[in-house]
């Protein structure tokens, strides 16, 4: 039931942040859509936006969706169920039996999943299955006539920054340090990004790449390594809010239903680059966000620093971490629509349902 609930939220969200006259909607009218990753946080926003388009403007839009557990997608997002549009391919992202029909457009998003990075997945294993995975859905393109793939990639591809830049444009040629054996995750995408150039160079479909920053918003993980989702909930939960590290690292939040309204054009309409920052550019100190969560949230309740140096879990330690996302907004005249307020807000209910 509260699986239902939870949905159902983000079912309303979408309907809010999507309207009919979007015109990448007309793009996927009797298209063929084939999507990797649909079990993460991306997906778990995707899927529905495909599901309210489908019913509202009868666009004839066919999804597969690949994922390693159908039963578990299905949970974890019930209005699957009862959608004819919808197919699901169980397989891994590196030997799935790629299906010999064509599709129109692809999303590739799969990678290690946010609990295995959690629970100590290695760089190595993360390395292998972005790589790996990355070629074997390219072949597939390649094979079936694929008009046009969309790479969901990484900042973390950026590397360490100089201390005087504070926010990171696509031109940025700084790289992870092939030394540091934690960014096996920013490695892998730039080897991904590599092969998605070349196979669009040789086989003439077209590709993109949104490099991804930080996301908030109702699915977000409040259990992991997430701050934004621990800080939610432990101002719901808990005596305090704790930030592990010294608060000082800057962050930006792009709320999750508008990274899904920028991801759309992308995928849907011919650009002047390969590459694109996706998030937001408005930039908050972790320890300014768990301010701002508690005073939303629990006025009453302590903040605690605990001051570990360098704390980081899955990749290398980042104190900037914010996009530069003009190439977005000339482009396509986007913006954020929600505040990180409101984003903080809507957590709140989520974790609550």
Sequence with gaps: MASFRKEQLILTETIRMFPPTESYWEALRNTRLFMTGATGLFGRWLLPAAIHANRVLGLNLSLVVLTRNAAALRNSIPVLKNEDNIHILEGDVK???????????????????AHETFHGETSLQKFNTLVDGTRHVLECARRVGTKRVLFLSSGVVYGALPEDLLS?????CGAPDTADHRTGLAQAKRAAEYLCA????LY??????????SFAGPGLPTDLHYAFGNFIHQALHNEKIVVQGDGTPVRSY????????????????TTSHLIYNVGSDQAVSI??????????????????????PAYSIGNSPRNCYVPAVSRMREEFSIAESTSLADIIRLSADFEKA
Excluded at 95 to 113: K, L, M, N, R, V
């Design 95 to 113: 030997q799935f039996a790629s299906p010999e029909t064509h599709f129109d457009y692809i999303i590739h998003g799969a990678t290690t999943s």
């Design 168 to 172: 990171i444009p696509e031109t940025f």
């Design 198 to 201: 070349e196979y669009s160079h």
């Design 204 to 213: 003439g479909f077209e590709a993109k790449i949104a490099r991804c920053f």
């Design 254 to 269: 792009l709320y999750l239903g508008d990274l899904t309204r920028w991801l759309l054009p992308l995928l849907t309409q």
């Design 287 to 308: 320890r300014t966000l768990a301010e701002t969560v508690r005073d939303i949230l629990a006025p009453t309740k302590e903040v605690e620093i605990m001051g570990r």
